[in-house]
């Protein structure tokens, strides 16, 4: 008895209740907003020519649309229960599933790409800004960062592809081919997007990794460690990162729900068929089942990442108490 209170009172199950409960949440509230929201996906199937009421309260029974609110939404949440993702699409009639398995793996080689060269690239930066605080270096650093954090990522994405056709007369092909199929044609339609992204999530890695190395340099057991002879190199890599790691993890996972935002909006731009450009077809479309399934997804995606952070955070932090978490 005492185990089984133990478990059921344990972090991890009331961390997946509250994962379960906020997806839960987040259903209802994007089912009742997206239903608020003007216009009708009937009016666009039926099209201007047949505009005969007759026909629009055809096509919505047919779609399911003439039901009450909570008949629908129970149809919608037992259909992702029971792994259909939602049912169909309104408009296509292909199953969300599909949809979602030939874009996801889009989505997931941009976002990883972004999240491994910002840390390639924010870690060494941070690392070095941290070092030569307060001088040229630092300062050069902060002025590469500052407009990542403040310019637009859709605003750059405009301007990079205007100038590229203005000034190479060079614009990304068309036609989107993975790494495996077309390596070339990948790198030209990828490579753009992924250094705006790295840009704006890197410019987070750099401020946080500076302010917690510059930080952890003044504690009184790193000039102990200097009195021992330890060289910079060392006390860095072993001890001042060390100490700045809780912040940056922490840092990474607030931003992610911005990085997967960031992500979606530059698909549609540079025509790359991931979940976002679904995303962003479905709404203009007013696809109703496919926007519900993918913003849920979506939120569910973000929760996952910072219950994760959170072991991350707790395993870089052994101060925190058990039921702290980020």
Not at 28 to 51: C, E, K, N, T, Y
Not at 278 to 297: F, K, S
């Amino acid at each position: 008895m005492d185990r089984l209170r133990s478990v059921l009172i344990s972090p991890w199950v009331s961390r997946i209740a509250s994962f379960l409960f906020t997806c839960l949440i987040a259903s209802i509230i994007i089912f009742l907003i997206l239903r608020l929201l003007p216009g009708d996906v009937a009016d666009l199937i039926a099209g201007d020519v047949i505009s005969a009421p007759e026909f629009k309260e055809a096509v919505r029974s047919e779609l399911g649309l003439d039901q009450p609110l909570y008949v629908q939404y129970g149809n919608w949440l037992l259909s992702i229960i029971s792994g259909n993702f939602g049912g169909s699409s309104l408009i296509s009639g292909q199953p969300i599933g599909e949809l979602l398995a030939r874009q996801i793996p889009v989505t997931i080689l941009l976002a990883t790409g972004v999240v491994l060269l910002s840390l390639v690239t924010g870690l060494p930066l941070g690392i070095a800004a941290a070092m030569k605080k307060d001088r040229w270096p630092d300062t050069v650093i902060r002025l590469m960062v500052v407009p990542g954090q403040s310019l637009p990522g859709f605003w750059l994405a405009i301007i990079c592809l205007l100038m590229l056709a203005a000034v190479f007369k060079w614009s990304p092909p068309l036609v989107y081919s993975f790494p495996w199929q077309d390596p070339w044609n990948h790198f030209q339609m990828i490579i753009i997007p992924l250094l705006l992204l790295t840009w704006e999530y890197g410019s987070h890695i750099v401020r946080v990794t500076r302010s917690g190395i510059a930080a952890a340099m003044q504690e009184d057991q790193i000039r102990a460690l200097r009195a021992k002879g330890l060289t910079e190199r060392q006390i860095i890599i072993h001890h001042a990162l060390r100490a700045a790691a809780p912040s940056l993890i922490a840092t990474m996972a607030l931003q992610f729900g911005v990085l997967l935002g960031g992500v979606m909006i530059l698909e549609s731009i540079f025509g790359l068929p991931g979940v976002g450009r679904g995303l962003i077809g479905a709404a203009l479309q007013r696809d109703l089942p496919v926007i519900q399934t993918y913003v849920l997804l979506i939120v569910a995606v973000v929760l996952l990442v910072n219950l994760a952070a959170d072991r991350l955070h707790r395993a870089a932090d052994p101060r925190l108490p058990s039921g702290a978490g980020l």
